[in-house]
């Protein structure tokens, strides 16, 4: 973890930021925090979790500074405001029989009392906090089972500390139904695979981990505090929803769903409890504007589908509806607040929407349209739709990318120059690196930081390793991040200067999967992994053929390498031979780790984890062809692309993969 530098305080310019950002902000209306505060039950003092070893997976008292009302200059004080109001902790009674446990994680775990136990929805992002939320839960509420457990949604944080939950299931009832909305499985557990090391990484840039609590860095997730460690795991449902309006009856309380694919996450529902006159819409609301395009890297998502569900729940339920909880945040009471509320989401939604594509229509440019879109006064002045998350500028840029892609129709754009081409040739324009350092100092001092940061771009283009210019540009990424309202942004900026600082850390091996995910991947999808990390120039030199026998599997499924890349079913038309001379017999868990590279085909077989019968050497080759993902590569530095295998790490030998790291 980094540590946080008291000699590098905000500039004048970030404080003047804040004061006249604070003069537009309605820091009168206080209503949320008495909301956030309500209905408490229980605060043993703020949490802090330990996994099985003693490592800590959560603290919450790292974030006692934030008792502060006043936000410091380091911080935007719409994004401390969200900060303070995520802090609170607990179990909160909702309404009759509706309790949520919140400070536990970034997301909170909702509990409906039914009428023999619990019924979980969203067991948080680890089996400890999981762990621990349901303890407090059984304290002040009673030791029964549970009976049902409903994800809402198909990210981390709504599934990840499922099997705590089932060790709690009642007994002699059977399987414990687990309720999802259909898609849950497969985009739970390959959404973070295929382009996994990538997204990891920036994972880490998006939430901070490595940023120590603090004015001068980590200060909230916005969708809560921060994401838990721990041990991550998933459980496939055993019933799904995939129509809007389905009733389901669970454990003595009425469900009436709604199905919303495609908005906040690609496997979503919402529902209403009519009997208990309550409204779950998951994280398809929240108490901030949301990403239409998440920085991690996922795909976009769809801001007119988003906004229907939200004006199809305003119609269908907030009529039926007293309160209405969510994922994250903390609740709305009264039907005026709740439609107000959802109102406000889907014209926020609607209005990014058309706007883009307005001034799209008009020829411009998604950059320029980012800088010329405005909230009118009535949604800009909502507390629940500021920009503490999602910001209104990557989310119009998203609008566009769904619509129109990556190029803006201008042919300058349409083959630019990579990174350190261009910045060879704006240097020289410049007349070399010390006038564009000057010029990066000259923007620096005057509190231009976003023309400072594009000068050194170039440089470090250039010359990654120039440290004055890592320097300077770390200071210039810290004053835009204490200008962030959203802790995204703010935490993208702070782990690039501190990385620019200090270095990457050491590698965290993208085979740091959890293994309730490895095995829950079906086998095309692992297949394709091996497909992925196939390096391309490096294969067209070999034709191979194999067969890949999984247990469970119905067929087995034939491999064949060709023209540089991996195709694989389960017909014979995949390569041109039967596939039968090189056979690899083993089950999903091992397959798995084959395919992110946790284990070698040496330790699989040495292991009794995996047979091979028939004429090795076509395995051993390709293998041997097989890319290695760490993800310890350069963000805030342009990353210089290699043909053959990945930047500043050769493609390893027969073998030559790395060992399953810890972490998730």
Same mark, same amino acid.
């Given at each position: 973890?980094?540590?946080?530098?008291?000699?590098?305080?905000?500039?004048?310019?970030?404080?003047?930021?804040?004061?006249?950002?604070?003069?537009?902000?309605?820091?009168?209306?206080?209503?949320?925090?008495? #909301?956030?505060?309500?209905?408490?039950?229980?605060? #043993? +003092?703020?949490?802090?979790?330990?996994?099985?070893?003693?490592?800590?997976?959560?603290?919450?008292?790292?974030?006692?500074?934030?008792?502060?009302?006043?936000?410091?200059?380091?911080?935007?004080?719409?994004?401390?405001?969200?900060?303070?109001?995520?802090?609170?902790?607990?179990?909160?009674?909702?309404?009759?029989?509706?309790?949520?446990?919140?400070?536990?994680?970034?997301?909170?775990?909702?509990?409906?009392?039914?009428?023999?136990?619990?019924?979980?929805?969203?067991?948080?992002?680890?089996?400890?906090?999981?762990?621990?939320?349901?303890?407090?839960?059984?304290?002040?509420?009673?030791?029964?089972? !549970?009976?049902?457990?409903?994800?809402?949604? $198909?990210?981390?944080?709504?599934?990840?500390?499922?099997?705590?939950?089932?060790?709690?299931?009642?007994?002699?009832?059977?399987?414990?139904?687990?309720?999802?909305?259909?898609?849950?499985?497969?985009?739970?557990?390959?959404?973070?695979?295929?382009?996994?090391?990538?997204?990891?990484?920036?994972?880490?840039?998006?939430?901070?981990?490595?940023?120590?609590?603090?004015?001068?860095?980590? !200060?909230?997730?916005?969708?809560?505090?921060?994401?838990?460690?721990?041990?991550?795991?998933?459980?496939?449902?055993?019933?799904?929803?995939?129509?809007?309006?389905?009733?389901?009856?669970?454990?003595?309380?009425?469900?009436?769903?709604?199905?919303?694919?495609?908005?906040?996450?690609?496997?979503?529902?919402?529902?209403?409890?009519?009997?208990?006159?309550?409204? $779950?819409?998951?994280?398809? !609301?929240?108490?901030?504007?949301?990403?239409?395009?998440?920085?991690?890297?996922?795909?976009?998502?769809?801001?007119?589908?988003?906004?229907?569900?939200?004006?199809?729940?305003?119609?269908?339920?907030?009529?039926?509806?007293?309160?209405?909880?969510?994922?994250?945040?903390?609740?709305?009471?009264?039907?005026?607040?709740?439609?107000?509320?959802?109102?406000?989401?889907?014209?926020?939604?609607?209005?990014?929407?058309?706007?883009?594509?307005?001034?799209?229509?008009?020829?411009?440019?998604?950059?320029?349209?980012?800088?010329?879109?405005?909230?009118?006064?009535?949604?800009?002045?909502?507390?629940?739709?500021?920009? /503490?998350?999602?910001?209104?500028?990557?989310?119009?840029?998203?609008?566009?990318?769904?619509?129109?892609?990556?190029?803006?129709?201008?042919?300058?754009?349409?083959?630019?120059?990579?990174?350190?081409?261009?910045?060879?040739?704006?240097?020289?324009?410049?007349?070399?690196?010390?006038?564009?350092?000057?010029?990066?100092?000259?923007?620096?001092?005057?509190?231009?930081?976003?023309?400072?940061?594009?000068?050194?771009?170039?440089? %470090?283009?250039?010359?990654?390793?120039?440290?004055?210019?890592?320097?300077?540009?770390?200071?210039?990424?810290?004053?835009?991040?204490?200008?962030?309202?959203?802790?995204?942004?703010?935490?993208?900026?702070?782990?690039?200067?501190?990385?620019?600082?200090?270095?990457?850390?050491?590698?965290?091996?993208?085979?740091?999967?959890?293994?309730?995910?490895?095995?829950?991947?079906?086998?095309?999808?692992?297949?394709?992994?091996?497909?992925?990390? %196939?390096?391309? %120039?490096?294969?067209?030199?070999?034709?191979?053929?194999?067969?890949?026998?999984?247990?469970?599997?119905?067929?087995?499924?034939?491999?064949?390498?060709?023209?540089?890349?991996?195709?694989?079913?389960?017909?014979?038309?995949?390569?041109?031979?039967?596939?039968?001379?090189?056979?690899?017999?083993?089950?999903?868990?091992?397959?798995?780790?084959?395919? /992110?590279?946790?284990?070698?085909? #040496?330790?699989?077989? #040495?292991?009794?984890?995996?047979?091979?019968? +028939?004429?090795?050497?076509? %395995?051993?080759?390709?293998?041997?062809?097989?890319?290695?993902?760490? +993800?310890?590569?350069?963000?805030?530095?342009?990353?210089?692309?290699?043909?053959?295998?990945?930047?500043?790490?050769?493609?390893?030998?027969?073998? +030559?993969?790395?060992?399953?790291?810890?972490?998730?």
């Amino acid at each position: 973890m980094s540590v946080n530098h008291p000699d590098r305080p905000a500039s004048e310019f970030t404080a003047r930021w804040h004061r006249e950002a604070l003069r537009s902000l309605p820091m009168e209306d206080r209503s949320a925090f008495a #909301d956030a505060a309500r209905g408490l039950v229980a605060a #043993d +003092g703020p949490p802090v979790v330990r996994d099985d070893s003693g490592h800590v997976v959560w603290d919450l008292t790292a974030y006692d500074f934030l008792r502060e009302e006043e936000a410091p200059d380091t911080v935007h004080p719409s994004l401390w405001r969200m900060a303070r109001l995520n802090r609170h902790h607990g179990l909160f009674r909702v309404t009759d029989r509706v309790y949520q446990v919140r400070g536990y994680d970034i997301a909170n775990m909702t509990v409906v009392v039914g009428d023999r136990g619990y019924i979980v929805i969203d067991p948080l992002t680890s089996t400890e906090t999981a762990t621990a939320a349901l303890r407090l839960v059984r304290e002040h509420l009673g030791d029964r089972p !549970v009976t049902a457990l409903l994800h809402t949604h $198909c990210h981390v944080d709504h599934f990840g500390g499922a099997r705590a939950v089932l060790e709690h299931a009642a007994p002699g009832d059977g399987p414990l139904p687990v309720i999802a909305p259909r898609g849950f499985h497969e985009h739970a557990v390959t959404e973070h695979v295929h382009a996994g090391a990538a997204m990891s990484r920036r994972s880490g840039y998006m939430f901070g981990p490595r940023l120590a609590p603090g004015p001068l860095g980590h !200060v909230t997730a916005s969708l809560g505090v921060s994401i838990a460690r721990g041990t991550t795991t998933v459980v496939e449902p055993t019933h799904v929803i995939d129509a809007t309006g389905t009733e389901m009856t669970i454990d003595g309380v009425e469900f009436v769903f709604q199905y919303a694919p495609d908005s906040e996450a690609p496997a979503e529902m919402n529902f209403l409890l009519p009997g208990l006159r309550a409204l $779950c819409m998951a994280e398809t !609301v929240s108490q901030q504007m949301h990403n239409l395009y998440t920085l991690r890297g996922a795909q976009v998502r769809d801001a007119l589908k988003w906004s229907g569900y939200i004006d199809e729940a305003l119609r269908m339920f907030a009529p039926h509806a007293e309160v209405m909880f969510i994922s994250h945040h903390w609740p709305t009471w009264g039907r005026e607040n709740i439609a107000r509320l959802l109102r406000m989401h889907s014209d926020l939604y609607r209005y990014i929407h058309d706007e883009t594509l307005r001034l799209a229509n008009h020829g411009h440019t998604p950059t320029e349209i980012a800088e010329m879109v405005t909230l009118p006064p009535q949604l800009a002045g909502h507390w629940a739709n500021r920009g /503490c998350y999602g910001t209104l500028n990557h989310n119009v840029k998203a609008v566009y990318q769904r619509y129109l892609g990556w190029f803006d129709g201008n042919p300058a754009t349409l083959h630019p120059l990579p990174p350190a081409e261009a910045g060879r040739r704006y240097l020289d324009l410049i007349g070399g690196t010390e006038p564009a350092l000057e010029a990066a100092r000259a923007a620096h001092g005057r509190g231009d930081y976003r023309w400072g940061a594009e000068l050194l771009r170039h440089v %470090l283009a250039v010359d990654p390793a120039h440290e004055g210019a890592r320097l300077l540009q770390a200071a210039v990424f810290e004053q835009l991040g204490y200008q962030a309202e959203s802790a995204a942004w703010r935490n993208f900026y702070l782990v690039g200067a501190d990385e620019l600082r200090h270095g990457v850390p050491d590698g965290r091996s993208f085979t740091a999967i959890s293994p309730d995910l490895l095995v829950g991947m079906p086998v095309p999808a692992m297949l394709d992994l091996l497909a992925i990390r %196939l390096v391309g %120039l490096r294969a067209s030199a070999h034709d191979l053929c194999f067969t890949f026998e999984v247990a469970g599997e119905p067929e087995p499924h034939r491999l064949a390498v060709g023209n540089g890349v991996l195709r694989h079913g389960t017909d014979g038309g995949v390569c041109g031979c039967d596939g039968a001379h090189t056979v690899l017999r083993l089950d999903r868990a091992a397959l798995g780790a084959f395919a /992110c590279g946790a284990s070698s085909l #040496d330790a699989l077989v #040495d292991g009794g984890r995996a047979v091979v019968m +028939g004429d090795r050497s076509r %395995l051993d080759t390709f293998e041997g062809l097989l890319d290695r993902f760490t +993800g310890d590569f350069e963000v805030a530095v342009t990353n210089a692309p290699r043909p053959d295998g990945p930047a500043g790490a050769p493609v390893p030998e027969p073998g +030559g993969v790395p060992a399953a790291a810890g972490g998730r």
